[in-house]
């Protein structure tokens, strides 16, 4: 049994890990004991990462929609078609008609072929680097880089942590672990969350509100309107580490509370650590190309890595089934593959080298430990070919030869990306608050989870989390199957009723649906 | 000196020679010995050269137990069409375990106990019986996480506990004590290396067993541990108390030398041929015990949590493992999340404020504390 050392491909945290490799297989993972994230420990993500390699309906060979069935070609035959696919578009429609959508799980490897696919080969700007942090336009450089910028170590040595948000131990282990153990060390602790989770109980002080922002917004503004218990301990502490995790909030609110966390970090001592949702949502933020045009009626043809949008809500759904012509380079046969005119095999995280850049910005590597499955090829493979193909020069054809040139192209300023009209946030139900768990939607949807055998057996349900009078009000039981209904589509979920959650907040695992929503018994 | 000379005698061996004695045994053997990985940790897993051994190391985050009942591995392979074949796999590789601890060689003890109970595992057991064990006895804690003397589970093993042969770290050269016919054809491979011990050397040890009580923290408090949960004396609300903060990461029994727990899963592209494998699982999660139906008898955290400590804890379980089910290596302090591992519910049942009351689970329970 060998160990190779690599890094976790879930959560932005970016935890070494190693993977048992026995004859060739990957057998299992353990955590690195030394590594500066992981030291010792591992979420259930983590421990279960290797359980989708071996699954039998990962994707092992290129495949190509021939007459309405997907068939089985040679890697060059499905490069030809699908070049030739992309350049029909191009030639019979204007800029924006090809777009690129890419998880958050590439490399930053992956990601700079996909930039320069995008503007050097397909010259176009319809691109969606991370979906996980969609909409999010600008993220002030302060929070990413210099004094201002929190490291997972401020966390131990700061006087008052102020966590912003629910569902850390779900959403972000490593973190809440620190977090956690930092607290029972002493460490005041405020959370303002809608739910008592974990870190409430140990905290100083928990303010129970369905936006957090809107108490943080208070304590900027002139203090006049924030609660003398939080305002104290604010006072009193001489550090102090600001948590959020992105995508804790509807979007509009979240790009409110950034600003306002703006104006809270210029106060002395005080540091804001942003959670990443993905392992390399960092990375791909860095390097970002978002378009408001991506899925606009002048979309043709599209070119999906490991990114399952069909999931997405069902507007995108229709989206995709309106497309000429679609690509998906995924592990498995995705929903959105499942359309796809051309589906291409890719590698797992333990079967590729790259980098990933974690939350705090460290960059690591990751290490092949195993061969992929049959034909399938490491997303670099696949997009420096690709890109070859389209008149992309200088591409490089090993690992090596695209760090270089990432090195080079970090000279050249990164375009900014525009933003996108602000989506108007409901206040959700005319009698509860509507809290959506966006980042609890996204680890739903996400496709290798899906794949991963203890995670799926712990993980069957939905569930939607209300307090046990509001309960009674709506006429619900624990456990029971509740359709929830708004206007962007609907979604059934088990009931799970605890005063865990105020009164008056309903908390659901589904990103879009921010209006008002209907609740009944599912039958 | 042939093996039945050698078997029960204590030898010596000056610490240069010992790489000279491993790659001797690397001829016919796969070595997983404690070396560091020039990238990460301190590991312990087959060496590639008799030079990378480091005696020195302070301790694997794997148990060796884990070569022996691996994360994942096929038990046999299926094929269909016109009769089922089955092809059993059984892994028959010979290892030596070079530089274990004491608490891994017990934790490998129980499992073999736990293997051969009712319906004798024989892919576990294939594997041990081509499994020599050499140990290191720990003149000091190797990690400040190790509670060993508290658990029965070290530092230094007595003969007849499982070991092949047990080295005793003196200056400048370990003593060597063959515990068994296979341990002492491991010696009979460089013999020259060898000598016997004098009263020196034993009384070189002597010395440091005398002082390894003050070297070892003796406050896990699992005899006080083992009494609370017998006698059904931890509060409920303790209980509550301790399982909420679990998030069922697993890491406290994929890395426990004593954990057993696996799931049967089977694995084709087409259902006609394919494999059967077992994997490790977990008390701690809720499918664990899921029932097909739906229902799940242990539904909600807290009797989830409270299973994993009773069966390591309570004296009804004790009787049958003749143990309790920690050796105190300290991994789970590493591994836990949210500090909720043996030490800290030990500490935390100690804060009861109750005396040991021994017995068995049926005797008068005591009052609850308040």
Same mark, same amino acid.
Request: aromatic share 6%; net charge neutral.
């Given at each position: 049994?060998?160990?190779?050392?690599?890094?976790?491909p879930?959560?932005?945290?970016?935890c070494g890990l190693?993977?048992?490799?026995?004859?060739?297989?990957?057998?299992?993972v353990?955590?690195?004991a030394?590594?500066?994230?992981?030291?010792?420990?591992?979420?259930?993500r983590?421990?279960?990462?290797?359980q989708?390699?071996?699954?039998?309906e990962?994707?092992?060979?290129?495949?190509?929609r021939?007459?309405?069935?997907?068939?089985?070609?040679?890697w060059?035959?499905?490069?030809?078609?699908?070049?030739?696919?992309l350049?029909?578009?191009?030639?019979?429609h204007?800029?924006?008609?090809?777009?690129?959508?890419?998880?958050?799980r590439?490399?930053?490897?992956e990601l700079?072929?996909?930039?320069?696919i995008a503007?050097?080969?397909l010259?176009?700007?319809a691109v969606?680097?991370?979906s996980?942090?969609h909409g999010?336009?600008?993220?002030p450089?302060a929070?990413?880089e210099?004094?201002?910028?929190?490291?997972?170590?401020d966390?131990q040595?700061?006087?008052?942590?102020?966590?912003?948000?629910?569902?850390?131990?779900?959403?972000?282990?490593?973190?809440?672990?620190?977090?956690?153990?930092a607290?029972?060390?002493?460490?005041?602790?405020?959370?303002?969350s809608?739910?008592?989770?974990?870190?409430?109980k140990?905290?100083?002080l928990?303010?129970?509100?369905a936006?957090?922002?809107?108490?943080?917004?208070g304590?900027?503004?002139?203090?006049?309107?924030?609660?003398?218990?939080l305002?104290?301990?604010?006072?009193?502490?001489?550090?102090?580490?600001?948590?959020?995790?992105?995508?804790?909030?509807?979007?509009?609110?979240?790009?409110?509370?950034l600003?306002?966390?703006?104006s809270?970090?210029?106060?002395?001592?005080?540091k804001v650590?942003?959670?990443?949702?993905?392992?390399n949502?960092?990375?791909?933020f860095r390097?970002?190309?978002?378009?408001?045009?991506l899925?606009g009626?002048?979309l043709?043809?599209?070119?999906?890595v490991?990114?399952d949008?069909?999931?997405?809500?069902?507007a995108?759904?229709?989206?995709?089934?309106?497309l000429?012509?679609?690509?998906?380079?995924?592990?498995?046969?995705?929903?959105?593959?499942?359309l796809?005119?051309?589906?291409?095999?890719?590698?797992?995280?333990a079967?590729?080298?790259?980098?990933?850049t974690?939350?705090?910005?460290r960059?690591q590597?990751l290490?092949?430990?195993?061969?992929?499955?049959?034909e399938?090829r490491p997303?670099?493979?696949f997009?420096?070919?690709?890109?070859?193909?389209?008149?992309?020069?200088?591409?490089?054809?090993?690992?090596?030869?695209?760090?270089?040139?990432?090195?080079?192209?970090?000279?050249?300023?990164?375009?900014?990306?525009?933003?996108?009209?602000?989506?108007a946030?409901?206040?959700?139900?005319?009698?509860?608050?509507? &809290?959506? +768990? =966006?980042?609890?939607?996204?680890? $739903?949807?996400?496709?290798?989870?899906?794949?991963t055998?203890?995670? !799926?057996? @712990?993980h069957?349900d939905q569930?939607?989390?209300?307090?046990?009078?509001d309960?009674?009000?709506?006429?619900?039981?624990?456990?029971?199957m509740?359709?929830?209904?708004?206007?962007?589509?609907?979604?059934?979920a088990?009931?799970? &009723?605890? +005063? =865990?959650?105020?009164?008056?907040i $309903?908390?659901?695992?589904y990103?879009?649906?921010?209006?008002?929503? !209907?609740? @009944?018994?599912?039958t | 000196?042939?093996?039945?000379?050698?078997?029960?005698?204590?030898?010596v061996?000056?610490?240069?020679?010992v790489p000279?004695?491993?790659?001797?045994?690397?001829?016919?053997?796969?070595?997983?010995?404690p070396?560091?990985?020039?990238?990460?940790?301190?590991?312990?897993s087959?060496?590639?050269s008799?030079d990378?051994?480091?005696l020195?190391y302070?301790h694997?985050?794997?148990?060796?137990?884990?070569h022996?009942?691996?994360?994942t591995?096929v038990?046999?392979?299926?094929q269909?069409?016109?009769g089922?074949?089955l092809?059993?796999e059984?892994?028959?590789?010979?290892r030596?375990?070079?530089?274990?601890?004491s608490c891994?060689?017990?934790?490998?003890?129980?499992?073999e106990?736990?293997?051969?109970?009712?319906f004798p595992?024989i892919?576990?057991?294939?594997r041990?019986?081509?499994?020599?064990?050499?140990?290191l006895?720990?003149p000091?804690p190797p990690?400040?996480?190790c509670?060993?003397?508290c658990?029965?589970?070290?530092p230094?093993l007595?003969?007849?506990?499982?070991?092949?042969i047990?080295?005793?770290?003196l200056?400048?050269?370990?003593?060597v004590?063959v515990?068994s016919?296979?341990?002492a054809?491991l010696?009979?491979r460089?013999?020259e290396?060898?000598r016997?011990?004098?009263?020196?050397?034993l009384?070189?040890r002597?010395?440091m067993?005398?002082?390894?009580d003050q070297?070892?923290?003796?406050?896990?408090?699992?005899?006080r541990?083992?009494?609370?949960v017998?006698?059904?004396a931890?509060?409920?609300?303790?209980?509550?108390e301790?399982?909420?903060?679990?998030i069922?990461?697993?890491?406290?029994?994929?890395?426990c030398?004593f954990?057993?727990?696996?799931?049967?899963?089977?694995?084709s592209?087409?259902?006609?041929?394919?494999?059967?494998?077992?994997?490790?699982?977990?008390?701690i999660?809720?499918?664990?015990?899921?029932?097909?139906?739906?229902?799940?008898?242990?539904d909600?955290?807290?009797?989830?949590?409270k299973?994993?400590?009773f069966?390591?804890?309570s004296?009804?379980?004790?009787?049958?493992e003749?143990?309790?089910?920690?050796?105190?290596?300290?991994?789970?302090l590493?591994?836990?999340?949210t500090?909720?591992d043996?030490?800290?519910?030990l500490?935390?049942?100690?804060?009861?404020?109750?005396?040991p009351?021994?017995?068995p689970?049926?005797?008068?329970?005591?009052?609850?504390?308040p």
């Amino acid at each position: 049994m060998q160990r190779v050392l690599t890094v976790c491909p879930h959560c932005g945290a970016g935890c070494g890990l190693y993977l048992l490799v026995d004859r060739g297989e990957a057998i299992g993972v353990m955590p690195s004991a030394g590594h500066p994230v992981s030291r010792g420990t591992l979420c259930m993500r983590g421990w279960t990462s290797f359980q989708h390699l071996r699954r039998p309906e990962r994707l092992e060979f290129p495949q190509i929609r021939l007459n309405g069935t997907l068939t089985r070609v040679p890697w060059d035959d499905a490069l030809t078609f699908l070049v030739e696919g992309l350049e029909r578009v191009r030639l019979e429609h204007t800029g924006g008609a090809i777009g690129l959508w890419a998880s958050g799980r590439l490399t930053n490897e992956e990601l700079l072929l996909l930039r320069r696919i995008a503007s050097e080969g397909l010259h176009t700007n319809a691109v969606r680097f991370d979906s996980s942090l969609h909409g999010v336009d600008r993220i002030p450089a302060a929070f990413l880089e210099g004094p201002k910028a929190a490291r997972l170590e401020d966390i131990q040595a700061a006087d008052l942590l102020v966590i912003l948000g629910h569902g850390l131990e779900e959403h972000h282990p490593q973190v809440a672990s620190r977090l956690l153990k930092a607290m029972d060390q002493g460490t005041r602790g405020i959370v303002i969350s809608p739910r008592r989770d974990l870190l409430a109980k140990p905290a100083t002080l928990h303010l129970q509100v369905a936006y957090p922002d809107e108490v943080v917004l208070g304590l900027t503004s002139g203090r006049a309107g924030s609660p003398e218990s939080l305002r104290r301990p604010w006072d009193d502490a001489k550090s102090r580490v600001l948590v959020y995790p992105l995508k804790s909030l509807p979007l509009l609110r979240e790009l409110h509370l950034l600003g306002a966390l703006e104006s809270l970090a210029a106060e002395d001592g005080t540091k804001v650590l942003l959670l990443f949702p993905r392992a390399n949502s960092r990375g791909a933020f860095r390097q970002r190309l978002e378009s408001p045009q991506l899925g606009g009626p002048e979309l043709q043809a599209l070119l999906v890595v490991e990114e399952d949008p069909a999931t997405w809500s069902p507007a995108c759904r229709q989206m995709l089934h309106g497309l000429g012509f679609l690509v998906v380079q995924d592990l498995f046969l995705t929903e959105t593959a499942e359309l796809a005119h051309v589906v291409l095999p890719s590698a797992s995280f333990a079967e590729k080298g790259g980098t990933f850049t974690n939350t705090e910005g460290r960059e690591q590597h990751l290490r092949p430990a195993v061969l992929p499955p049959g034909e399938a090829r490491p997303g670099w493979a696949f997009l420096a070919e690709l890109a070859r193909r389209l008149g992309v020069r200088n591409v490089g054809s090993t690992l090596e030869e695209l760090r270089h040139a990432m090195t080079l192209q970090q000279r050249t300023p990164v375009p900014a990306a525009r933003s996108e009209e602000p989506v108007a946030v409901a206040e959700g139900h005319s009698s509860l608050k509507h &809290v959506p +768990d =966006r980042l609890g939607w996204m680890w $739903l949807r996400d496709t290798v989870l899906r794949h991963t055998d203890d995670w !799926q057996r @712990e993980h069957q349900d939905q569930w939607i989390e209300m307090h046990p009078e509001d309960a009674k009000q709506f006429g619900l039981r624990p456990g029971w199957m509740v359709r929830v209904t708004g206007e962007d589509g609907e979604f059934l979920a088990r009931a799970r &009723v605890s +005063d =865990r959650v105020a009164r008056g907040i $309903l908390v659901t695992p589904y990103d879009l649906l921010e209006g008002p929503v !209907q609740l @009944e018994r599912a039958t | 000196m042939d093996a039945s000379t050698i078997a029960g005698r204590v030898q010596v061996i000056q610490k240069d020679a010992v790489p000279p004695w491993v790659a001797a045994m690397m001829a016919q053997a796969s070595v997983i010995g404690p070396h560091q990985d020039p990238d990460g940790d301190p590991q312990l897993s087959s060496l590639s050269s008799a030079d990378e051994l480091d005696l020195a190391y302070t301790h694997d985050l794997l148990p060796p137990t884990r070569h022996l009942l691996p994360p994942t591995e096929v038990l046999f392979r299926f094929q269909g069409g016109d009769g089922l074949r089955l092809i059993p796999e059984y892994d028959e590789r010979r290892r030596i375990f070079f530089g274990i601890r004491s608490c891994d060689v017990k934790g490998i003890r129980y499992q073999e106990q736990f293997f051969r109970r009712d319906f004798p595992d024989i892919y576990f057991l294939t594997r041990l019986e081509n499994a020599t064990l050499v140990s290191l006895a720990c003149p000091a804690p190797p990690l400040p996480t190790c509670f060993c003397p508290c658990c029965d589970g070290g530092p230094v093993l007595k003969p007849g506990e499982g070991h092949d042969i047990q080295l005793t770290p003196l200056q400048g050269r370990y003593l060597v004590e063959v515990d068994s016919e296979t341990g002492a054809s491991l010696v009979a491979r460089a013999p020259e290396l060898f000598r016997d011990a004098t009263s020196a050397d034993l009384a070189e040890r002597e010395e440091m067993l005398s002082e390894i009580d003050q070297r070892f923290s003796t406050t896990a408090y699992l005899s006080r541990g083992i009494s609370k949960v017998t006698n059904d004396a931890v509060p409920e609300e303790v209980w509550e108390e301790l399982a909420e903060r679990c998030i069922h990461c697993g890491g406290c029994a994929y890395l426990c030398p004593f954990c057993t727990c696996f799931t049967v899963s089977d694995r084709s592209r087409d259902g006609q041929q394919g494999e059967r494998f077992r994997r490790w699982d977990h008390c701690i999660l809720a499918g664990f015990t899921r029932e097909a139906s739906g229902h799940n008898p242990r539904d909600r955290k807290c009797e989830q949590f409270k299973r994993r400590f009773f069966h390591k804890l309570s004296y009804q379980y004790m009787q049958r493992e003749g143990r309790p089910g920690c050796v105190g290596c300290g991994r789970c302090l590493t591994t836990c999340m949210t500090a909720v591992d043996m030490a800290a519910v030990l500490m935390r049942f100690r804060e009861l404020g109750r005396k040991p009351k021994w017995g068995p689970p049926w005797a008068a329970k005591p009052k609850t504390s308040p």
